[in-house]
């Protein structure tokens, strides 16, 4: 009796937090601010590998005239990825900067690697 106890314990916590799991993914998912940006695919098959998808950016590689920060860039440094309105309704790159932007779409992002 008190194994049977235990075990209804043990399942009535699991599902207290795999509700409380999904309530926060809900929860972000109905508050979040969202937007639709441009991406081009890439769905090759491969032998070896199998199906695979790999999505590309515009904002991929980002040069020196898409840089409006005020310090050089630097590897780690945290870095914002400015969109705007596109006449198609998409939200397209316009520059990457290292303050956080008050008025533009922008996703936050890390620098991985910076060439000289």
Do not use: C
Request: charged letters at 30%; hydrophobic letters at 40%.
């Amino acid at each position: 009796m008190q194994n049977k106890m235990k075990l209804i314990l043990l399942s009535f916590i699991q599902l207290i937090l795999l509700l409380s799991l999904l309530g926060s993914i809900m929860y972000f998912k109905q508050t979040a601010d969202t937007f639709k940006i441009e991406a081009e695919s890439l769905d090759p098959i491969e032998p070896l590998f199998g199906h695979y998808a790999a999505l590309s950016y515009k904002f991929d590689e980002i040069t020196d005239k898409d840089w409006k920060g005020e310090a050089k860039p630097k590897e780690g440094q945290k870095i914002f990825i400015v969109f705007k309105k596109s006449e198609k309704g998409l939200y397209v790159f316009d520059f990457v900067t290292d303050q956080r932007p008050d008025k533009f779409k922008y996703i936050s992002a890390e620098i991985s690697y910076v060439y000289d």
